[in-house]
């Protein structure tokens, strides 16, 4: 494992991107910067953060024999191991909104942003943005619903410590990944994912508004939702989002 640390970048995971395009890379080489001026999450968004109280990082990691069919799990792989850490934190109501987003209650404290690199039909290689909320306490007007660790806990973290926590949680499951050990994730996974089997409000692709229990998730990684007719629905990260 290689840490190369910045003062500043525009986003961790392109930083990241074109140094694995110039170089060979050792597995688990991660980018961490205090202050990250493009930083990027789903749907195109942006991942804003307050320098030097985040952790706003990149994780290269390679692939031997991973298939794109499985590709779900890497998700499910990245956030339970952001999930454990902030259990052992005590962070309360915490859950995983699917895809990837951490919450505490219904307020979000990490997002996470994965590109892979494929080879035939399997990936390569990943590249792994995590934004977790930590020493911040005052968030810009424009961010709904966000929380951070010291918010949560009134303890303040050091980052360095947090990352290394972070990383070795992240390999650990990763391992599971390379053992195929799909349904001990899949498992976890489905124990904390938000607003499973509770009923939700929903809006689609039309800007269509409905009711649903969140039931799964595929095998292609949609979200599973059960309607009111009792009929099962599947949903892509961009054809659903939650009111």
């Known amino acids: ?14 930083f990241l991107k074109d140094l694995s395009h110039n170089s060979t890379l050792e597995n688990y080489t991660v980018i961490v910067t205090q202050k990250q001026t493009k930083g990027r999450g789903q749907h195109e968004s942006k991942w ?26 890497l998700n499910f792989a990245t956030s339970l191991s952001i999930y454990n850490v902030l259990f052992k934190k005590k962070i309360t109501k915490l859950s995983i909104k699917w895809p990837n987003d951490i919450m505490s209650a219904n307020k979000k404290i990490c997002g996470i942003l994965i590109e892979n690199t494929f080879t035939g039909d399997k990936i390569k290689n990943s590249i792994i943005g995590i934004g977790l909320n ?53 498992k976890k996974y489905l124990e904390v994912l938000y607003k ?16 649903g229990l969140i039931s799964g998730i595929s095998n292609n990684g949609k979200l599973q939702i059960q309607l009111q007719d009792d009929t099962i629905k599947e949903f892509g990260i961009k054809e659903i989002s939650f009111l």
């Open 134 to 186: 930590v020493n911040q306490e005052i968030f810009p007007d424009l961010l709904k619903n966000v929380t951070s660790l010291k918010l949560e806990t009134a303890v303040n973290y050091n980052l360095d410590e947090l990352l290394n926590e972070i990383i070795i949680e992240i390999k650990n499951n990763i391992d599971f990944l390379e053992s195929n050990m799909f349904e001990v994730l899949d």
């Open 196 to 211: 499973k089997n509770t009923p939700t409000m929903f809006k689609n692709s039309k800007s269509e508004i409905f009711m």
């Open 48 to 73: 804003v953060s307050k320098p030097f109280k985040n952790l706003t990082f990149s994780l290269f990691i390679e692939f031997k024999n991973f298939k794109i069919t499985n590709s779900k799990y």
């Open 1 to 14: 494992m290689k840490i190369i640390k910045l003062s500043a970048t525009d986003s961790t995971n392109s």
